[in-house]
């Protein structure tokens, strides 16, 4: 024990320097100069790139600024617009439906018209199809009197053509055309 | 067929006829035939049915008017039918009598009628027509049975017509 306090106070003895806590004049000019050469060294090439550091961090908390700025006023907008679409899709409902209302009555309108006219149409021709079918059944009957009439005629003519009345119509056209010039 | 070409076989005919020197048999049994031609059906189908070989047509032609017609008109008709022209038969026939009438200078008269003519009925309906009409007729009766009754006379473009038929088709048009 004794030992470690004389070597530290050997260590500490003042006669070895000026003074026991501050260095020697020269080691103090020295180091001040030193100093002062480092922090001019400093300030000349690492301050303007702090400089530089510190203005695009500050750009980029701006332009976050700026974003969110920008993204509330775009939300604002939205809110905005949804509020006009919500108003717009009201109206457009009123419209569609007042619409639909118009076509309706001009749909019933028109199909009642169409049936009409069709109805007026069919009944025009059953009256012609049955004036027809009254004329045909006429007719008909007169064709069919006709060709009863005339198939009787030439079997009545055919049963009586018999030799004595050939000869007499063939000495008949001798004489007629004997006697017609 | 063309017209020059039945005015040839026509002609052809009727020389053949002439120089055998029986024209007017020839004529008159070639226009019944032809008459007979022109009215059954089956006989105009044989006769130009080229699907039927014309030894064949040629003997129908010879069975047909074998022993009532001259030998020169059946070699005739077979000849036409031979050549292939069966279905201008008639054409060339009408022709040749209008040919040989004309050689007489007689105009042909066509009399169709529903029973046969007898000879004497013939002779005195020919005389009435060239009496009637002012013209010498070379007169051809045809029996059809047609006309049921009565006589229909054709010389040339007039038509004098007393048939049974004509009238029974007037009253149905009347009626």
Redesign the interface.
């Known amino acids: 024990m004794n030992l470690i306090f004389k070597a530290l106070l050997a260590v500490e003895d003042p006669t070895q320097t000026h003074h026991w806590l501050l260095p020697e004049t020269a080691e103090i000019i020295y180091g001040g100069l030193a100093s002062v050469i480092v922090f001019a060294g400093l300030f000349k090439f690492a301050g303007p790139m702090v400089k530089k550091s510190m203005k695009a961090r500050t750009e980029k908390i701006q332009g976050e600024l700026d974003g969110a700025a920008n993204a509330r006023s775009k939300s604002e907008s939205d809110a905005s617009g949804i509020r006009t679409a919500l108003g717009d899709i009201e109206s457009e409902r009123r419209k569609i439906l007042a619409e639909a209302d118009t076509q309706a009555t001009a749909i019933l309108t028109d199909g009642r018209a169409r049936l009409l006219k069709e109805v007026a149409e069919l009944e025009a021709k059953a009256v012609a199809d049955l004036a027809a079918a009254r004329g045909r059944s006429g007719e008909e009957l007169r064709g069919e009197i ?1 060709r009863l ?2 198939a009787a ?2 079997s009545a ?2 049963a009586s ?1 018999n ?1 004595r ?2 000869q007499e ?10 006697a ?2 | 067929m063309s017209d020059a070409r039945i005015e040839a076989y026509s002609r052809a005919l009727f020389e053949v006829a002439q120089a055998e020197g029986n024209l007017l048999v020839v004529e008159d049994e070639l226009f019944r035939m032809a008459r007979a031609v022109e009215s059954n059906e089956q006989l105009r189908a044989t006769l130009t049915d080229a699907t039927i070989p014309v030894a064949r047509r040629q003997q129908v032609v010879e069975e047909l008017l074998g022993g009532k017609a001259s030998n020169t008109s059946v070699q005739l008709v077979s000849l036409l039918v031979g050549a292939g022209r069966g279905r201008d038969l008639v054409a060339i026939v009408d022709r040749l009598v209008q040919r040989a009438s004309s050689e007489q200078q007689r105009e042909v008269a066509e009399v169709r ?3 046969a ?1 007898s000879d004497d ?1 013939t002779k ?2 020919a ?3 060239s ?2 009409t ?1 013209r010498k007729l070379n007169l051809k009766v045809v029996v059809d049975p047609s006309v ?4 229909v ?1 054709t010389v040339g473009d007039e038509v ?1 017509d ?1 048939t ?1 038929r004509t009238r ?1 088709e007037q ?2 048009t009347r ?1």
Do not use: N, P
């Open positions: 006709s009439s005339s005629i030439s003519v055919a053509l030799e009345a050939q119509l063939i000495e008949g056209f001798i004489k007629s055309v004997g017609s010039k | 009628s529903a029973v003519l009925q005195r309906l005389e009435a027509l009496k009637s002012g049921l009754g009565g006589l006379a004098i007393d049974v029974l009253i149905k009626i």
